[in-house]
């Protein structure tokens, strides 16, 4: 029974040894790709066609990376734009979360047109974090100040509503079935919004 146990013992230590040599022996490589100076980018969202887009939150832009050819088009999103999150839809355009302009902002995937969708006045300065796509299509956002909100692309149509646990509402994503979960920095909780939810007096 000793000698079994030893032969086990040794030949773990010989499976171990050979992983770690191995181990040490693998290089990775990283490709770096250098952006506007100042640009500060924050988030990042691959695309369909192979590009990568990017928000240059202090410089009010969006940026697009061509791997294949280092090549970065820097697209303005307007006067006073500080865009934080960005995702893109299945038709390949980008949606960003604006904090300085406070709206969603859309730029075509191909056309690189720039739109905004403001949100109600009623909502100031809901300091935009990430948003995500539920099943059915809407762009579901967070609002840091306490605010989530929905955007739905086909109409423009926007409901905002105030956090019932106040400031902090921040990451958000959707599930594999499309519905929709975000979290609070600041309350500590996960919150589940009612994919159907529709406010008696709208902001």
């Given at each position: 029974m000793q000698i079994r146990l030893y032969a086990v013992s040794l030949a773990l230590s010989l499976l171990l040894g050979l992983t770690s040599a191995?181990?040490?022996?693998v290089q990775y490589d990283v490709q770096y790709y250098d952006v506007g100076p100042g640009d500060h980018p924050h988030d990042v969202a691959p695309a369909p066609d192979g590009t990568v887009w990017?928000?240059?939150?202090?410089?009010?832009i969006l940026g697009r990376l061509d791997p294949k050819?280092?090549?970065i088009v820097r697209v303005p999103?307007?006067?006073?734009?500080?865009?934080?999150g960005v995702i893109v839809g299945p038709k390949g355009d980008a949606w960003v979360?604006?904090?300085g302009l406070n709206a969603m902002v859309r730029v075509g995937g191909k056309s690189e047109e720039v739109e905004v969708f403001p949100l109600p006045s009623s909502a100031p300065n809901a300091n935009l974090n990430t948003a995500a796509f539920d099943g059915a299509g809407r762009i579901w956002f967070?609002?840091?100040t306490g605010f989530y909100g929905r955007l739905d692309p086909k109409t423009g149509k926007m409901d905002v509503w105030k956090s019932s646990k106040g400031?902090?509402?921040?990451g958000i994503d959707a599930t594999p079935s499309g519905e929709i979960y975000y979290v609070s920095l600041a309350g500590a909780f996960l919150g589940k919004p009612n994919l159907d939810l529709r406010p008696a007096r709208p902001l």
């Open positions: 191995l181990a040490g022996e990017y928000t240059g939150q202090h410089k009010g050819t280092g090549k999103l307007g006067e006073g734009s500080r865009p934080h979360t604006d904090s967070t609002g840091q400031f902090g509402p921040y």
